[in-house]
């Protein structure tokens, strides 16, 4: 263990183990906090009592673990975030939100995507999902396509 000591409190932080020793006779904060203890300005049963209830090495490593893991969780939505935005500004410097699909409308609202096309006076659409997949919004079109002419709308 190695301290930070600042207007009399202690902070306690693991030491890196330099050449086989704990080097605290070397460390200025040991020192300094030694010299507290012989001057009697630090209670050494307190200091003792605080260092039994650091968290052990395995806990320590855990949670570093942990934190890393949040930390890549972090960088991923930044990037997702980042891409959202560039998506943003595309739309906003061509002044579209909307695609035409084999002569169908896709328009993005409340975060969902439907398809419109007004066949013989009457607005047709079909619900696309929360993504453009043209693929199966060509899917979609065709099937209700096919559903209007069997119904004689066509």
Same mark, same amino acid.
């Given at each position: @263990? /190695? /301290?930070? &000591? +600042?207007?009399?409190?202690?902070?306690?932080?693991p030491m890196e183990n330099?050449?086989?020793?704990?080097?605290? %006779?070397?460390?200025? +904060? @040991? *020192?300094?906090?030694?010299?507290? &203890?012989?001057?009697? =300005?630090?209670?050494?049963?307190? !200091?003792?009592?605080? &260092?039994?209830?650091?968290?052990?090495? %395995? $806990?320590?490593? =855990?949670?570093?673990?942990? *934190?890393?893991?949040?930390? $890549?969780?972090?960088?991923?939505?930044?990037? =997702?975030?980042?891409?959202? %935005? =560039?998506?943003?500004?595309?739309?906003?410097? !061509?002044?579209?939100?909307?695609?035409?699909?084999?002569?169908? !409308?896709?328009?993005?609202?409340?975060?969902?995507? $439907?398809?419109?096309?007004? &066949?013989?006076?009457? *607005?047709? /659409?079909?619900?696309?999902?929360?993504?453009? +997949? %043209?693929?199966?919004?060509?899917?979609?079109?065709?099937?209700?396509m096919k559903d209007l002419?069997?119904?004689? *709308?066509?």
């Amino acid at each position: @263990m /190695s /301290s930070k &000591i +600042d207007n009399n409190v202690i902070t306690l932080r693991p030491m890196e183990n330099k050449g086989g020793k704990g080097n605290i %006779e070397n460390d200025p +904060d @040991m *020192v300094k906090l030694k010299r507290m &203890i012989d001057d009697g =300005e630090v209670d050494p049963g307190r !200091t003792a009592e605080y &260092i039994n209830q650091l968290p052990d090495e %395995e $806990r320590v490593h =855990e949670l570093e673990a942990e *934190v890393d893991a949040l930390k $890549r969780i972090i960088r991923q939505r930044n990037t =997702e975030i980042a891409q959202l %935005e =560039e998506q943003i500004e595309h739309l906003k410097a !061509t002044g579209s939100t909307t695609k035409n699909i084999d002569g169908w !409308t896709a328009r993005m609202v409340n975060g969902y995507l $439907r398809v419109y096309k007004s &066949i013989k006076g009457k *607005v047709h /659409s079909i619900h696309i999902g929360k993504e453009l +997949d %043209e693929e199966k919004a060509r899917a979609k079109i065709a099937a209700k396509m096919k559903d209007l002419e069997e119904k004689g *709308v066509l």
